[in-house]
């Protein structure tokens, strides 16, 4: 299903069933799996891969290099980076191109859930059922279900079992 006026919806993009798109959503060459709800305000680009009944929030950006898995949750405003050193310009000061640059990949592994305005750093995994605070800056891999929040992020606590994770 599609909601909202305005959208931009890429010939190579794979949706599966029963995804939910809004108002003022840029998808370029992704592929979105099954029962996805897909806020407004966000763009996603090529090469993202999302699982299966994932909820992306508005306002968020999605770059080249990230791949979220089966039913996580990313909150309003999440930002993934995926440019280890961004620069206009290479040492020699000539203009980058896509030769001059490194995509590091990004994970975010099942069931975990991303609070709103939080940024994720180039090459981060963050682990099954983890749980990310809002406003934290993600710049190393966290573990499966733990919560971590903060800039730089750091680990609050370890949930015990699975069945602490909502889903």
Request: glycine share 12%; hydrophobic share 40%.
């Amino acid at each position: 299903m599609v909601n909202g006026d305005y959208m931009r919806i890429a010939p190579d993009v794979r949706l599966g069933r029963d995804v939910r798109i809004f108002a003022f959503v840029n998808l370029y060459g992704c592929e979105i799996g099954d029962e996805c709800k897909i806020g407004t305000f966000v763009e996603i680009q090529a090469g993202v891969r999302i699982g299966k009944r994932v909820k992306i929030s508005s306002h968020t950006f999605i770059c080249t290099g990230v791949t979220i898995e089966d039913e996580a949750f990313i909150g309003h405003g999440v930002m993934f980076l995926n440019d280890r050193y961004p620069a206009s310009v290479t040492d020699e000061g000539e203009m980058k191109t896509a030769q001059d640059w490194e995509c590091l990949p990004t994970l975010v592994g099942r069931r975990a859930s991303i609070g709103s305005n939080v940024t994720v750093l180039p090459g981060v995994t963050i682990g099954e059922g983890a749980l990310v605070g809002a406003g934290s800056v993600v710049t190393h891999d966290v573990a499966p279900y733990s919560v971590v929040a903060g800039n730089p992020a750091r680990v609050l606590r370890q949930l015990r079992t699975p069945s602490l994770v909502a889903g």
